[in-house]
């Protein structure tokens, strides 16, 4: 018998989605540290990518892999960055094991508005770790994120874990 698989829901994402957008795009100017409110989010910086986590997260963990350059699409990117930008997810999901055990992975992008892409004009990849039973009723009946930790604490944790082999 098939085991029937059940949606991630992410009702508090709503807040994110209706919020009001300044001009301005959270993803840019992250090349280095600054006082920047996401920079606290920030796992990893390489020469072209760099990996933070999900302020709005679907999960405990939710890293988004980013490229510096301000643009909308795979083909957009050069050689340089689309190695990088795979070598990086790879580097995340390792870090993730290690640092948070999960059951398994959603990986993927959400190109354009009609995909569902928060910040459709800046590319970026989402890695989603995920435990079974990780969705419960807290999110559907009370708008309610059950995420353990708070994120500057797990960001910490992943940049501990960044340098452990």
Not at 52 to 76: F, K
Request: aromatic share 8%; net charge neutral.
């Amino acid at each position: 018998m098939q085991e029937i698989k059940r949606p991630l829901w992410a009702p508090w994402r709503i807040e994110f989605i209706r919020k009001e957008r300044s001009n301005e795009c959270f993803l840019c100017g992250n090349e280095t540290p600054s006082d920047k409110p996401e920079n606290v989010l920030v796992i990893h910086r390489g020469k072209t990518v760099f990996a933070m986590l999900n302020r709005y997260p679907y999960n405990m963990g939710h890293l988004l892999v980013v490229p510096y350059r301000h643009i909308a699409d795979l083909p957009l990117l050069s050689k340089e960055e689309l190695s990088e930008l795979w070598d990086l997810c790879v580097k995340c999901e390792s870090v993730l094991r290690r640092a948070l055990n999960p059951a398994g992975f959603n990986i993927g992008f959400n190109i354009g508005d009609a995909a569902g892409a928060g910040v459709a004009d800046h590319l970026h990849m989402h890695i989603v770790p995920r435990w079974n039973g990780d969705n419960n009723f807290m999110p559907v009946l009370a708008d309610i994120r059950c995420v353990p930790e708070a994120l500057e604490s797990t960001a910490k944790l992943l940049r501990e874990k960044w340098e452990d082999k």
